[in-house]
């Protein structure tokens, strides 16, 4: 199948869908920057690895951009690969202007990836700093300190950035002295709010405090001082602005299981006056997301889906609108079955979302209209980029798609009892039928990626290159001869156990024992009875013999296929 040449991938429009504020549009930018960079080193067409090179720059100067003009300075020196460690200045007797113990300096280790989760939380010191890097290690250290601190840094070839863009070293440092004199105020008007003792006025002090560490890229002290900031909220409105802030930041860190218990919480805790109609949808957004990172393919489709159509791009710090209709397009066409898929996606309240993913929806069509190989070819050749582009979705794309080719492999083939493999391998785009047949002998298998399976009447002839099932009356026959066997089996074990009852009456009645000696110990039993009996007073104990053959289930087994040879005859009807 024929290639589509795609178009450019346009970022301005794409990363314009959200918040210039918020973490995910920086996250984003650097995972597309990353992307592009890697797609450029093994691309093979010179045009597409210029283009994927222009992109890359592009992303990270929007990315450099966005962290300058928050004073996110720690994230610039982990995406250089540089360092921050505080080195103290030689100390003077009496305490001088040195500023402190360098021991005690905090360190930012650069990280190749774009999935910048770990936050390092910065203490407040007046101490200078170097930017160093250790040339074995991919950990940086500190260097020795000198008089007269310099910003200097060595950067590691593992990060790209610096083949794209200039290290500016006084961005670090201003910045620094900068957020240092902020931070001093805002836990100033905090320390000032708990000395009076004023709810409201904590909970904002708290709120801005989150708000700077988020803006600087401390994501984990942001969600602190939010979750604290819930102690203090006295109304329904304050504690939906928490649930909202808390679930963006643990979106942002891929806190799942926080992302979870704050659903959780505001479902079961929030109430009252709520001003903001869109709190729930918001809710199913966050629990979409979540199901989606844990592989829960199912409950992830059926919360997207199931987000009010009001909600669009309010909630953009964390999806766009674009996104909630990719994301429930793709997850319900994987998932759902064709009952369902017309009801809460084609159909349902969700199709308004399907006109901002015009791909998807032609692919909704096709799949609609049982035209299987269409619909997997717009879903490999146009819609497999803009989902290897998306930061949440990239990770599960193969698992999905293999979802949907096996779903309609399986209801293409419902209707027919035998098929060619060559022709199945047209319809949905596999050159060599011996492709086509491994895909096949997969789903009659093990039932391929979801459970989804041909069924048990499901054969493949491998010289005739065909796929054939049993008819519907040749499988209820095979059931009805297994029925008949298994009755057949359960009456010759109901015999058996009720001549072995009626033959232990019958001994006990005539004072006949039957004592085992499999323990060595009781192997006289018998003699001692007689002697204490005075000779047997007319009881008679005799040793026990070889096992009750109708007792073994080896017996049962083989009369039971006596049985089956002899009394049911498996092929009379």
């Known amino acids: 199948m024929a290639q589509q040449q795609l178009p450019p991938f346009d970022l301005q429009a794409y990363i314009s869908r959200y918040d210039p504020r918020s973490e995910t549009h920086l996250q984003r930018l650097l995972f597309l920057a990353h992307h592009f960079?890697?797609?450029?080193?093994?691309?093979?067409?010179?045009?597409?690895?210029?283009?994927?090179a222009t992109t890359t720059r592009q992303a990270f100067q929007l990315a450099v951009h966005r962290m300058k003009e928050s004073g996110n300075h720690r994230r610039y020196l982990e995406e250089y690969g540089a360092v921050e460690a505080l080195v103290a200045p030689p100390s003077t007797p009496g305490g001088g202007d040195g500023g402190g113990d360098g021991s005690n300096a905090p360190e930012l280790t650069g990280t190749t990836t774009s999935n910048n989760n770990s936050i390092i939380n910065s203490s407040s010191n007046n101490n200078s700093s170097r930017l160093v890097r250790s040339p074995n290690s991919s950990h940086p250290t500190a260097a020795s300190s000198s008089s007269s601190s310099t910003a200097a840094t060595t950067l590691h070839p593992k990060h790209i950035i610096h083949h794209y863009l200039d290290y500016d070293p006084?961005?670090?440092?201003?910045?620094?002295?900068?957020?240092?004199?902020?931070?001093?105020?805002?836990?100033?008007?905090l320390a000032s709010a708990q000395s009076h003792v004023m709810k409201e006025s904590i909970r904002t002090a708290l709120l801005a405090l989150a708000e700077f560490h988020r803006e600087r890229g401390e994501l984990r002290e942001a969600w602190r001082r939010v979750a604290r900031s819930r102690e203090y909220c006295a109304n329904g409105q304050q504690h939906t602005q928490v649930c909202l802030l808390l679930i963006e930041l643990s979106v942002d860190l891929r806190e799942w299981s926080s992302v979870r218990d704050t659903i959780s919480r505001a479902e079961h805790t929030v109430m009252g006056d709520i001003d903001d109609p869109l709190f729930h949808p918001k809710l199913r957004v966050g629990q979409g997301l979540a199901h989606l990172a844990e592989g829960r393919y199912l409950e992830a489709a059926r919360s997207f889906t199931s987000v009010a159509p009001e909600l669009t791009n309010h909630f953009n710090s964390v999806l766009s609108a674009e996104d909630l209709a990719m994301y429930g397009s793709l997850l319900g066409l994987a998932t759902l079955d064709r009952d369902a898929l017309h009801s809460l996606v084609i159909d349902g309240v969700f199709k308004g979302r399907l006109e901002l993913v015009p791909t998807m929806r032609e692919a909704l069509r096709h799949y609609s209209r049982a035209e299987y190989g269409q619909c997997l070819s717009l879903l490999q050749n146009s819609i497999r980029r803009d989902l290897l582009l998306d930061i949440h979705l990239h990770a599960h794309v193969p698992i999905l798609l293999d979802m949907i080719r096996d779903r309609c492999i399986v209801q293409y083939f419902q209707p027919y009892s035998s098929v060619s493999l060559e022709k199945m391998g047209h319809v949905f785009g596999y050159g060599n039928v011996n492709e086509m047949e491994d895909v096949v002998a997969k789903l009659i298998s093990n039932g391929g990626v979801d459970g989804m399976s041909l069924g048990d009447g499901a054969r493949i002839n491998a010289l005739d290159k065909t796929l054939s099932v049993e008819g519907p009356k040749s499988v209820e026959r095979k059931a009805r001869r297994k029925a008949r066997v298994r009755a057949a089996k359960m009456g010759v074990q109901f015999a058996r156990n009720a001549e072995g009852m009626i033959l232990r009456v019958a001994c006990i009645e005539n004072g006949i024992t039957i004592q085992s000696d499999k323990r060595s110990g009781r192997r006289n039993r018998a003699g001692r009875a007689r002697d204490r009996d005075g000779g047997g007073g007319g009881r008679h104990n005799v040793p026990m013999g070889p096992t009750d053959p109708y007792e073994s289930d080896d017996s049962v087994s083989d009369d039971a296929m006596d049985i089956d040879n002899h009394i049911v005859n498996p092929n009379e009807f």
Not at 181 to 187: G, I, N, V
């Open 37 to 52: 960079h890697n797609h450029h080193n093994n691309g093979n067409n010179n045009d597409d690895s210029a283009a994927a």
């Open 170 to 189: 006084s961005f670090p440092r201003n910045s620094k002295h900068e957020s240092q004199s902020r931070l001093d105020m805002l836990e100033g008007r």
